[in-house]
């Protein structure tokens, strides 16, 4: 167990609703990272907070967002999803912007 | 055509059997090289993270940069039916063991074979 919490395990939603998906980084850790995982486009980097501010973006589609809140958990929220944004989504953190990040095992969302 | 492309396997050996895995890259802005394993259902766990050309070595694991072939390999000796997984080979242009934009390969899925 990494120490990094996500929910929920599985979502299945239909297309055009909006999902919200949850992580909690573990204990000290101030940054942390969203990443999918589909088949076709393997791991792909979203995006990285670092104690509540925006650090990076990597391939992250308009109608996705994320935050990170005060208390260091950070949600990812997918909306107008379509078939193809059915996939595995990461949250990985870490202590700091340049240490070992930690995975969660992942919220796997299927849009029907 | 992708920054990092990865043999896709899948590959099966028997116990205690070598097993090689393979990356290439197009990038030569990546410095810096990792390998992570995911068990099925499980997040990626990082296995070895260097940055220079040359061998590293930890355990039964060994971690092969060679930058002027922009390739690198990790190497498991002995292997065990627990290190049936799928690897991930994963670079960074910047000094980070973070997460922090890595690309990453396909993956290759490996079974050792009791």
């Known amino acids: 167990d990494s120490g990094v919490t996500q929910t929920p395990k599985h979502l299945i939603t239909a297309t055009g609703q909006r999902v919200t998906l949850r992580c909690s980084p573990r204990?000290?850790?101030?940054?942390v990272y969203w990443y999918q995982q589909s088949l076709d486009q393997g791991l792909q980097f979203l995006i990285q907070?670092?104690?509540?501010?925006?650090?990076a973006k990597g391939n992250i589609l308009e109608r996705f967002s994320a935050q990170q809140f005060p208390d260091l958990h950070s949600e990812l929220n997918l909306s107008s999803l379509e078939l193809g944004d059915s996939a595995l989504y990461f949250c990985?953190?870490?202590?700091?912007?340049?240490?070992?990040?930690?995975f969660g095992q992942g919220t796997r969302l299927t849009v029907v | 055509q992708k920054e990092v492309e990865q043999d896709p396997g899948p590959l099966s050996v028997p116990e205690g059997a070598i097993v090689s895995l393979n990356c290439t890259y197009s990038?030569?802005?990546?410095?810096?090289f990792m390998w992570y394993r995911q068990y099925s259902r499980k997040g990626p766990e990082l296995l070895m993270y260097?940055?220079?050309?040359g061998n590293k070595e930890d355990g039964r694991f060994t971690a092969q940069v060679d930058k002027s072939s922009k390739y690198i390999s990790l190497f498991i000796r002995d292997s065990q039916p627990s290190d049936s997984a799928t690897y991930l080979c994963?670079?960074?242009?910047?000094?980070?063991?973070?997460?922090?934009?890595?690309?990453f390969g396909s993956g290759t899925q490996l079974t050792v074979l009791p």
């Open positions: 990985a953190s870490s202590v700091t912007l340049n240490t070992e990040a930690f």
């Open positions: 990038n030569s802005a990546f410095q810096y």
């Open positions: 260097t940055y220079s050309s």
């Open positions: 204990s000290g850790d101030l940054s």
């Open positions: 994963a670079m960074s242009p910047f000094d980070s063991g973070s997460a922090r934009q890595l690309t």
């Open positions: 907070y670092y104690n509540g501010e925006e650090r």
